[in-house]
């Protein structure tokens, strides 16, 4: 539901001034695939990094429809970056309205979390999750062969909506 | 581990200059029992009441030793109060060091929260939980009938360490 990648990238420019090949960033852990590493690793510290970042095409309609038939939690992994909390409460407070304070999840680890269905761009999040695991394509997990692959919001509306 | 009932005594006296008979809090949730409860309830928004909650005897020891034996998760109910959630994670790291960011959690509901063992204060956050559940006493719940209960942390210690 969150562009980190295009945050990354819109960040990047902005303080550099150079435009990154979104090609680049295929297979690589978003940091790690900036020329400036530490830089870009200093934005996920930084105040307004995740209140700002944009959200993804057709995730609200297909969200908001997922809400109507199943019991929809929100699980972010944002432990290691403590004063990111307020701001993904804010963030979603203003672009997932329907989206109540219960069903929000903050962890460092999602192995804690059971459910029937878990869609996440990392395959350390699904792989130790009970139910159905759907990869949810991003830049940096492009090069791994999973069973089990959404590409958009568009897909997971044709995979859990029809 | 964070004694919240004793919290809002003390909160409630330096406000008011009234001291409470713990006695008159069982059976209540904790800002309903006391003579004004707005003012109660308040506290959970106010800066500081979860930063300085005290540590419950033996919680720490007890803790420390369940981490070396187990795969331990702090999972706090903590979503409805915003601003509580960078003051329980600095609370964590003051008190419980041995506690890493990986192993803490913030939720709404428990109802999606997997393992083998839940030790909480509430019914409604055991009811849902698959596995053994462990009702800790305080004076809210002390009228509640429940299974399996454990009144301090040398019980939990009993039941879990030996």
């Known amino acids: 539901m969150a562009d980190i990648s295009t945050q990354f990238q819109t960040w990047y420019t902005r303080r550099t001034g150079l435009v990154i090949d979104p090609k680049s960033l295929i297979g690589k852990h978003e940091p790690d695939a900036f ?7 200093n934005f996920l510290f930084t105040p307004g990094f995740f209140r700002t970042v944009p959200v993804m095409k057709d995730s609200q309609h297909i969200i908001a429809e997922l809400n109507k038939k199943y019991e929809v939690f929100i699980v972010s992994a944002a432990m290691e970056f403590p004063q990111s909390l307020p701001e993904k409460i804010d963030w979603l407070k203003e672009h997932f309205v329907f989206i109540s304070w219960k069903q929000i999840v903050f962890c460092g680890s999602k192995s804690v979390i059971k459910g029937d269905c878990m869609i996440d761009d990392y395959v350390r999040n699904l792989e130790p999750f009970d139910g159905e695991k759907l990869l949810y394509t ?5 090069l791994i062969e999973w069973h089990d692959r959404v590409n958009n919001w568009q897909e997971v509306g044709e995979r859990l909506l029809l």
Chains 1, 2 share one sequence.
């Open 35 to 41: 020329p400036d590493a530490e830089l870009a690793w």
């Open 138 to 142: 991003a830049p940096h997990n492009q």
